[in-house]
């Protein structure tokens, strides 16, 4: 039972993560490499603003949702000008350069031992000590991160969005400004993969620098890709399936370090099987509008409904 | 006047694409963009609308330099133009098609939106009214949540003018609006354009066919290797036939 | 003096490095657009592909490595024509690709992992590591090979670039492939031949790392990125332009360590990098999109 919960508190995190790169890749096209580092700039200024500075759960959450998102628009704003190529190689660029702030910052991240000891959540003197616990945190969490992204996407920027995915070309001929939307996306995705980090710090209680590398990025890329893009179906349960099955490699008798590699060639073959079978990952398909107009007499009622095929 | 280019010039490596490009666009009128392919009347409209960066001289629209303005930018001040090839957003709906084009204080800034959900509820309400308004009007009724992609070609035209509209720009660029339309459909845009001067637009038009602009336009500016060479009344370039040589001869 | 004289000679060796796998990943990259991320996967796989030669089969190193470096673009070869242009045929966009190309390292880096564990394979062979000495400045025998070779291939590929009739139809195609597609020329077998020379490429500076430090995975993805940042600011589809850049960093590398730590040199380059695509997005020699 105790498996199961720290399997839905990680699911959550990753969940979570998930949809931040589905706001970015899903509905604004933008492909970044540096997620992974993203989170962990959510996760280490959690940790340091607790450890640190005694700051609560709730503010360091704040504090890392900024710090986050400024490290978002610093990668975001000279990049996103340029084609989405350059901008892939900048993201890998930015995780690299993000990386060797957590491993040699040592005065502030100390280094690769990492940051240890980070205390549990406390709300109004209630320690969130158990693992049920802290499970009702993160799906609280998971829930609101989701709804808020949702509601998101059904409004005008929601659009924009789409659309700048679609034909940059025909959104600035519309009057409005797909570099500025680029951005925006890429720090509320930033801010989003920090919620995750803060969570992520306060279940392990300690961070270090090799829980945000590359490949971490590449896998959360992984989840949304298979989950599907754009899909927040795709977001949840996707990413709950994805990351369950190589649970089921641990009841076969192979050694924990052969384990994790073998993993990963597994969600490889997935990605290859899936990109020559079904690019559009298990629950993806585009957005769908987010209108549905449904006509009465006088064809004035519209009505705003979410609408998204499986 | 509305739109004023000044000693507007491009250059592509080693081709002159446009020079010496100076003529105004008077409010209210549709003046007409011809020449030969290859004369440059894109690339003009590019640079215009700010896709293209001049190499040199000035656009003033509504006595404003807007020379070194975005084309967003321009937009937002009353400067909009269509494509050639459309360009319709074929994974959205035509409604959404129209609404992106809609003004709206709210669609690039969701931190606004966060704090003031009613307002943005209002403002999307009227944005789908007027969205619908626009659709019905231009002809597309009934067609809102069928995806763009979907439209047939004659549809798909209807819809430039429908986002145009909506952009509320009161100076339309139409890059051949019209090419490869049966004479019914040309026959309605004809009306259309027409409605759009009588609701105070003011069109710069590039065209193709050449009967269909004398019959609308004030006015024709002529281009020959990037260069306006002639301009004045359609009936009067008729009649010229250097013109005529330019355009149909080698 | 002789410190300089050392790091320079350092230098030379990583500029020859980096040279190699950029253009390695230039030609692909500027003749077919595709993303292929999976070239740090063939790095790794013509480094254990050596190892299991020299050290498993025994077989001689001169022998192993001309081996390794085919067997690395047949590789390059089966990943285009058995994964990117199955992906490309079903419909999928570049960037579809680029997932199936992630996909494909993340095969087989840890393909290798798994096989061969995370500790670095040793490839032995007495007479590479020769001491030579140079002016005062010491090298070993598998270094000076590796820069020899690695510049007469560079030449002899500028060479075949500028005046072979088949190094002429792929820079025309990197210039514009729909025209070429017009022309009637072939563009699956320029892919090939992109695919099969940049893979033997990046074999070179694979193997010889390999004997300097062993088999490992998972090094190559940094190189192959530093590499990329090398191509776009050299000018994607200018060899000399993604040299000069390959020079620019090796040498930085080597130089700055006495003034710059040796952790935050990948950030400085990355930094330059930014700057770069935002004054000058075209590079040094690239053209203008």
């Known amino acids: 039972m105790e498996i199961v919960i720290g399997f839905a508190i990680i699911a959550s995190i990753y969940v979570i993560l998930a949809a931040s790169l589905n706001i970015l890749m899903g509905y604004t096209g933008i492909f970044s490499m540096a997620q992974g580092a993203i989170f962990g700039v959510g996760a280490y200024t959690a940790a340091i603003l607790q450890t640190q500075f005694n700051f609560n759960f709730i503010f360091a959450l704040i504090g890392a949702i900024i710090v986050a998102g400024i490290a978002s628009a610093i990668m975001a704003i000279p990049s996103l000008g340029v084609s989405g190529d350059y901008f892939v190689v900048a993201s890998f660029g930015m995780q690299m350069l993000l990386f060797s702030f957590f491993m040699n910052l040592t005065d502030i991240t100390n280094g690769s031992a990492g940051i240890q000891r980070i205390p549990r959540p406390e709300f109004f003197g209630f320690v969130v000590g158990s693992d049920i616990a802290y499970l009702i945190l993160s799906v609280v969490l998971t829930v609101l991160v989701l709804l808020f992204l949702i509601s998101v996407t059904k409004t005008g920027f929601g659009r924009v969005l789409r659309a700048v995915k679609e034909d940059e070309s025909v959104v600035m001929s519309l009057g409005k400004d797909p570099k500025r939307a680029k951005i925006v996306a890429t720090v509320l995705s930033g801010c989003v993969a920090a919620v995750a980090g803060s969570l992520y710090a306060g279940y392990v209680t300690y961070v270090n620098p090799n829980s945000f590398t590359v490949h971490e990025s590449v896998f959360i890329t992984t989840l949304v890709i298979l989950g599907g893009l754009g899909s927040w179906k795709g977001v949840t349960v996707g990413t709950i399936i994805l990351l369950g099955l190589p649970e089921l490699l641990k009841l076969l008798p192979i050694s924990d370090s052969h384990a994790a590699p073998i993993r990963q060639v597994l969600y490889g073959l997935l990605m290859i099987v899936f990109m020559i079978v079904r690019p559009q990952g298990i629950f993806g398909a585009t957005p769908k509008s987010s209108i549905q107009v449904i006509p009465d007499e006088k064809n004035t009622a519209a009505v705003i409904g979410e609408e998204e095929k499986a | 006047m509305i739109l004023q280019l000044d000693s507007i010039e491009k250059r592509f490596g080693g081709l002159q694409a446009v020079k010496n490009c100076t003529f105004n666009v008077e409010k209210g009128k549709i003046i007409g963009l011809i020449g030969p392919n290859g004369a440059g009347k894109t690339t003009i409209f590019n640079l215009i609308t700010g896709a293209l960066k001049s190499d040199g001289g000035t656009v003033h629209f509504k006595g404003k330099d807007v ?29 959404e098609n129209i609404i992106l084009a809609c003004p709206s204080k709210y669609a690039e800034s969701p931190l606004l939106s966060l704090f003031r959900p009613d307002q943005v509820r209002k403002e999307e309400k009227e944005n789908i009214q007027k969205s619908l308004d626009i659709l019905n009007y231009v002809g597309l009724k009934g067609k809102e949540n069928e995806m763009a992609g979907s439209l047939s070609y004659a549809e798909q035209k ?73 301009e004045g009344h359609p009936k009067e370039l008729a009649k010229n036939k250097d013109l005529r040589n330019i355009y149909f001869g080698g | 003096m002789d410190i300089f004289w050392q790091l320079f000679l350092q230098g030379v060796i990583l500029t020859v490095e980096y040279a190699l796998i950029a253009t390695g990943f230039g030609i692909i990259f500027s003749t077919t657009r595709h993303f292929h991320i999976a070239h740090a996967g063939v790095f790794t796989l013509a480094g254990y592909t050596l190892f299991i030669f020299v050290s498993l089969l025994n077989i001689p190193i001169i022998g192993s490595l001309i081996l390794a470096v085919l067997i690395a673009a047949l590789a390059g070869i089966g ?25 494909t390292l993340a095969v087989i880096e840890n393909g290798f992992q798994a096989i061969f564990s995370a500790t670095p394979q040793a490839v032995e062979s007495e007479s590479m590591y020769k001491i030579i000495t140079i002016f005062n400045g010491t090298i070993t025998l598998a270094q000076l090979i590796f820069v020899i070779v690695g510049i007469i291939v560079l030449l002899g590929l500028q060479f075949f670039m500028l005046k072979t009739k088949t190094g002429r139809l792929i820079r025309a ?16 077998k320029i892919n090939m031949i992109c695919y099969a020379v940049g893979s033997a490429l990046v074999a070179i500076p694979a193997c010889y790392i390999t004997i300097d430090a062993g088999a490992l995975s998972g090094r190559g993805l940094e190189l192959v990125i530093i590499s990329m940042m090398a191509v776009i600011m050299g000018g994607i589809g200018s060899f000399v332009g993604g040299w000069i850049a390959a020079l620019f960093v090796g040498m930085f590398f080597n130089l700055s360590v006495l003034h ?30």
């Open chain 3, 79 to 103: 990943i285009y024509r058995g994964i990117y242009d199955q992906v490309l045929k079903r419909g999928g966009t570049m960037m579809t690709l680029f997932i199936a190309a992630l996909g």
């Open chain 2, 67 to 95: 020379t070194k303005l975005l084309p967003h930018q321009r937009v937002k001040l009353g400067l909009a133009r269509s494509f050639q090839d459309v360009r319709a957003l074929s994974e959205m709906t035509i409604l």
């Open chain 3, 173 to 188: 195609v990197a210039v514009n492939p729909y025209l070429s597609q017009i022309v009637g020329i072939s563009i699956k």
């Open chain 3, 260 to 289: 710059v730590e040796p952790h935050w040199q990948s950030a400085v380059i990355f930094v330059i990098f930014l700057i770069m695509i935002m004054v000058r997005p075209r590079g040094l020699f690239g053209q203008r999109a």
């Open chain 2, 158 to 230: 209807l819809l430039i003018i429908a986002r145009l509209l909506a952009t509320e720009a009161e100076l339309l660029l139409l890059d051949e609006p019209t090419s490869g339309l049966d004479p019914t459909s040309l026959a309605r845009f004809i009306e259309l354009i027409r409605d759009l001067i009588n609701k105070g637009k003011t069109i710069l038009i590039v065209e193709h066919n050449v009967s269909l602009i004398s019959e609308i336009a004030d006015k024709i500016i002529f281009l020959h290797q990037g260069e306006p060479i002639a």
